[in-house]
């Protein structure tokens, strides 16, 4: 990691963990600590992708795993959509979550440069040009279940995902993430999860201990040779018989939602957007109000089990995304499912609202002091302070009753206990 000092020096702390510098990253560092130094305290440590997360940077709190905030530089590179803005105006469309007025302010601190410089408000962005963002990182909460390990060998380690941790980084998440918390509290590094699992969803995590066995999973899935297994509980009776769902799957990025594309055979083809997608359903258990339903995706859709339910009739009991909006269950009313990852923007994407239960009330007094109850630094210019948590994200939340239970391929079979909401009465 590398401080900075009074008077812009620069001291290297090196460990056998610590990430390689190069010179280029580092003058910019202290360029920028010198030219901004009233809105930086002066020995503020940045923290990059490489930098590992440690068990020392979680807070937990109200049955919440959360990260204490920390100084961090977000990299993009200029997209064609964003040639001959200026830079104040790309931040302020591309990334809303912050208003312009801190984007002005940002830009005439030196909190956003263009290639490693600092620029003027009015500055007009090139192609391929470097946009960096140095910015005080709040992280979305999360359950504080822990990540249990249920197989771990030299080439795969299997996991029981917690529903509301997202796999690997992502969005606003970073540290509060399986990859994140197992390198964390278990020091097993590197890893290269398999599969995806949407953040609200819990069950069976495959990730694998090198790049290549990771290729050699994927390989398999991509052959159609691995076959996949999930349990949902769905509101209604589901019918008996076997049902397959062949409905094409059309993700909407922007919404971060997804919807079944229905064809009725008079449309050209090339207005078609959905991918094929297919899942057979199978009811296990029924209480007369809601099932608890084997399903098993033949095909691998954003959100596909979830909305074929949905287009069955029978939408996953406390999945608030694909209820109908004449269910009012108070759990559905709770759920508000994929908040923190449905943008597309490569920033913190923050959402709206007000913090509730992990709100602090002191208040900022001087710059950059740390705050009188947690052990992290408030930033003057920070959004977020003197939160925890980032705006909008009241704790309220629980996972979705969809839980990976299966993974079998050629010689091979990973599998997860059921969780305690599979057992219905």
Not at 127 to 144: D, G, L, N, W, Y
Not at 233 to 258: I, M, T
Not at 352 to 373: A, C, F, N, Y
């Amino acid at each position: 990691m590398a401080t900075l000092g009074a008077g812009g020096t620069l001291s290297l702390l090196f460990s056998d963990r610590s990430p390689k510098l190069n010179p280029k990253s580092i003058s910019c560092k202290c360029t920028l600590s010198m030219k901004g130094s009233q809105n930086f305290p002066m020995d503020v440590v940045w923290e990059s992708p490489e930098n590992p997360p440690k068990p020392e940077d979680y807070i937990f709190r109200d049955g919440m795993r959360l990260v204490k905030p920390y100084y961090f530089e977000f990299i993009s590179h200029v997209k064609s959509r964003w040639v001959g803005k200026t830079i104040v105006d790309l931040f302020t469309h591309e990334f809303r979550q912050r208003p312009q007025e801190y984007y002005l302010a940002a830009v005439n601190a030196g909190r956003i440069q263009v290639d490693d410089q600092m620029v003027h408000v009015s500055y007009v962005v090139q192609s391929s040009q470097k946009i960096s963002h140095f910015v005080h990182r709040h992280e979305p909460p999360v359950m504080a279940w822990g990540v249990s390990i249920l197989e771990k060998g030299t080439d795969v380690v299997t996991v029981c995902k917690p529903a509301s941790v997202p796999v690997h980084p992502c969005g606003q998440y970073r540290k509060n993430t399986v990859v994140g918390i197992l390198e964390a509290e278990r020091d097993i590094a590197p890893l290269f999860p398999v599969h995806r699992l949407d953040r609200l969803v819990s069950g069976l995590l495959i990730l694998a201990r090198s790049a290549a066995a990771a290729d050699r999973f994927r390989k398999q899935i991509e052959a159609g040779k691995v076959k996949k297994e999930y349990i949902a509980k769905v509101l209604g009776v589901f019918p008996e018989e076997e049902q397959v769902v062949d409905a094409n799957v059309d993700y909407d990025a922007r919404e971060g939602k997804s919807s079944v594309e229905l064809w009725d055979g008079d449309h050209c083809n090339r207005t078609r957007k959905g991918k094929v997608a297919s899942t057979r359903f199978t009811r296990i258990s029924t209480n007369g109000i809601q099932s608890i339903v084997k399903c098993e995706p033949l095909t691998g859709r954003t959100h596909q089990i979830r909305v074929h339910l949905q287009y069955l009739g029978y939408p996953i009991g406390n999945d608030a995304l694909y209820l109908s909006e004449t269910v009012s269950l108070r759990s559905a009313k709770r759920t508000c499912a994929d908040r923190a990852t449905t943008t597309t923007v490569t920033e913190d994407c923050e959402a709206s609202g007000s913090v509730e239960d992990h709100q602090i009330s002191e208040k900022l007094t001087e710059s950059g002091e740390m705050h009188p109850k947690e052990d992290f630094r408030i930033d003057p210019m920070c959004t977020n302070c003197p939160n925890l948590a980032p705006h909008g994200y009241d704790g309220h939340e629980e996972g979705l009753w969809l839980h990976c239970v299966r993974y079998s391929g050629p010689n091979w079979t990973y599998e997860c206990p059921y969780p305690t909401w599979a057992f219905i009465e």
